[in-house]
């Protein structure tokens, strides 16, 4: 089955970096675009960043660009993000997810199908 | 970027109950929309994509429908194992949003 195990979470004093990891496996990692979602304690889900299944596009949201980097290694299933300069407001559970193409109606739509189960980053003095 | 706007933030209800969560968006997005049930200390889990079609192995209670900027999400009778926060998410651009979510408590 399709599972996504995230690692790398932990304390960090702000202006520091972190790297998260996630590990895919019970699936093809490379044909598939892969998320980092946070969700601050107590609040929302927020989208941080995609990385296309090859690697050759990503995007990020404007809060974390110039100091998130995502990457990937497809040839060991594994998801990266790094993350430098962290802020107070960085401290989130970070959760990595599969994109997953459907098709309906004729038009691909797509979601997010499967989810890890989060690393807790803190940011704090 | 497109906005989310859930309504309403908290609801109450009892077991039994049909309810009703709707989600706004600040521009149209076809049916690129998903909904997403989650509980405390866990990671979200998918309900329906495409506004109006159910995830495999969700219970067919559960549905949604809508297009362009307003969606619904309907429980037709809500089970104790539904006492959750839904979040609505826009998958037409990016950022790929989410609503501010709607936590559902038993009343």
């Known amino acids: 089955q399709v599972q996504l195990v995230e690692s790398g979470g932990g304390v960090v004093q702000p202006g520091r970096s972190l790297r998260l990891s996630c590990a895919a496996s019970?699936?093809?990692?490379?044909?598939?675009?892969i998320h980092w979602v946070r969700q601050a304690p107590g609040k929302g889900l927020e989208w941080v960043a995609v990385i296309s299944y090859d690697g050759s596009n990503k995007f990020y949201v404007d809060s974390v660009k110039g100091r998130f980097t995502i990457s990937r290694d497809n040839s060991e299933n594994t998801l990266y993000l790094q993350m430098n300069s962290l802020r107070a407001e960085d401290t989130a559970v970070y959760y990595c997810?599969?994109?997953?193409?459907?098709?309906?109606?004729?038009?691909?739509?797509?979601?997010?199908?499967?989810w890890g189960q989060g690393t807790l980053v803190t940011v704090s003095t | 970027d497109i906005q989310l706007t859930q309504s309403p933030s908290f609801l109450s209800a009892s077991v039994a109950d049909r309810v009703t969560i709707t989600c706004r968006a600040s521009q149209g997005i076809s049916s690129y929309l998903a909904w997403y049930q989650q509980k405390p200390g866990k990671a979200p889990k998918l309900l329906i994509y495409?506004?109006?079609t159910l995830q495999s192995g969700v219970p067919s209670r559960f549905s949604g429908s809508g297009s362009g900027t307003e969606f619904t999400l309907t429980i037709s009778s809500l089970q104790p194992e539904d006492f959750a926060t839904y979040y609505c998410q826009q998958l037409n651009s990016y950022p790929r949003t989410f609503g501010q979510g709607t936590k559902v408590e038993i009343k």
């Open positions: 019970g699936f093809t990692f490379s044909s598939y675009a």
């Open positions: 495409a506004a109006s």
């Open positions: 997810a599969r994109e997953y193409g459907f098709m309906v109606r004729g038009v691909i739509s797509y979601t997010f199908d499967s």
